[in-house]
């Protein structure tokens, strides 16, 4: 059987075509709270067992008043105290039916929200800010033809400024270079931390494993173009750096997202 059986039809993307960057000393908080005024903004956290993390981070997303009208904490089947810590610190709670994983976590999240813009976060990071969904929303806010925006950072390793990120630096980012135009300058897609309009997130359908972040830029470009994505430097994201021997499958689900939308035949998942 062959297995390598690639779309050459790639007319919704060209080498030209880039996402656009906002620098860190291009936010301004002031400007996004008087653009927001018209606009409502949900954001969603997935979380699986994160009790220990997850208070802080709802708690930076309340802090700039007048900014979310609606938080929602989607917990995945958790064993541990997620679903009391969320509910304390002021989110409604999604208990995920069926099926466990992240993409099925964030359509739930996309299912109960209201707002026009919907910001997803991690529950595990370890130092999220009030400045995260500021900075997220404020390309959507500022340009009507960006439709998802995507964080980026410098992930510490092992007490290095850099290094964490590697199946990023190993497997997504590569594959959306040698693949997909312009989407290779997206420096973190499988970042957690998104923003993206209701109705465009509502016209795709998210994937269920840990492939649903590239797929969901992948997606976004070929409905909308590489020019409706944006990213926004958010400084240092701290977070667990898993082991070697969990990052394999992660990176299957990556790989086999990114060859599954160029057409590639598979072999079927074991």
Do not use: C
């Amino acid at each position: 059987m062959t297995f390598w059986s690639p779309s050459t039809n790639l007319s919704w993307v060209t080498s030209a075509d880039a996402p656009w960057t906002l620098a860190r000393d291009q936010f301004d908080l002031a400007q996004v709270m008087a653009l927001k005024a018209a606009t409502s903004v949900t954001v969603v956290v997935p979380a699986q067992n994160e009790a220990a993390t997850i208070g802080p981070v709802l708690d930076a997303v309340q802090s700039v008043d007048g900014l979310v009208d609606q938080l929602i904490v989607v917990n995945d089947h958790s064993n541990d105290d997620t679903a009391t810590v969320a509910g304390h610190h002021g989110a409604r709670l999604v208990n995920l039916i069926g099926p466990s994983g992240k993409g099925e976590a964030m359509t739930a999240g996309l299912s109960a929200a209201t707002s026009e813009i919907v910001v997803f976060l991690d529950a595990d990071v370890l130092n999220t800010t009030p400045d995260f969904v500021p900075r997220l929303i404020q390309p959507l806010l500022e340009r009507s033809e960006i439709q998802l925006v995507k964080g980026y950072y410098d992930r510490p390793f092992h007490g290095m400024p850099t290094g964490g990120g590697r199946v990023t630096e190993l497997a997504a980012r590569p594959i959306l270079s040698l693949l997909y135009p312009g989407l290779g300058e997206i420096r973190q897609p499988l970042a957690g931390e998104t923003a993206g309009r209701r109705d465009a997130l509502a016209a795709i359908t998210l994937e269920s494993t840990y492939g649903v972040e590239i797929a969901l830029l992948i997606d976004i470009a070929r409905k909308f173009g590489v020019r409706s994505l944006a990213q926004v430097d958010l400084g240092i994201r701290r977070h667990r750096n898993r082991p070697l021997e969990e990052l394999r499958p992660m990176a299957v689900d990556v790989l086999r997202a990114a060859l599954h939308r160029r057409d590639v035949e598979l072999p079927p998942q074991i």
